[in-house]
């Protein structure tokens, strides 16, 4: 028997800095827009550069509220597989700082 596990995409959709430290994505969403589903391998903090509603759908199916104004900053462990949505009406734009 095998697992077929699902094709996994990127955190975000560009690496904007990464040293051996630390590792910086751009993320854009666009209201409607979804990340594709990815998973961290690294703990990471995620700074809402512009905040929005966003919904986080885990590899379960399991949907979480996830709203992230402006300025907030989120740390989360590693591990996580999902895919983030923005369900809102403004464009969402963060920086995911993962930390190797």
């Known amino acids: ?3 077929t596990q699902p094709e996994l995409g990127p ?4 690496i904007v800095y990464e040293n051996d430290r630390v590792r910086v994505w751009h993320i854009r969403l666009e209201p409607g827009e979804r990340q594709p589903l990815h998973r961290h391998d690294h703990p990471y903090l995620v700074v809402a550069v512009q905040g929005a509603k966003n919904v986080v759908q885990t ?3 399991t949907t979480i509220d996830a709203d992230e104004p402006t300025g907030g900053v989120v740390y989360r462990d590693p591990g996580a ?5 923005n369900v809102g009406d403004t464009t969402y734009l963060a920086r995911l700082v993962e930390l190797k």
């Open 1 to 3: 028997m095998t697992d």
């Open 11 to 14: 955190v975000g959709q560009e």
């Open 59 to 61: 590899i379960d199916g």
């Open 81 to 85: 597989v999902h895919m983030l949505t």
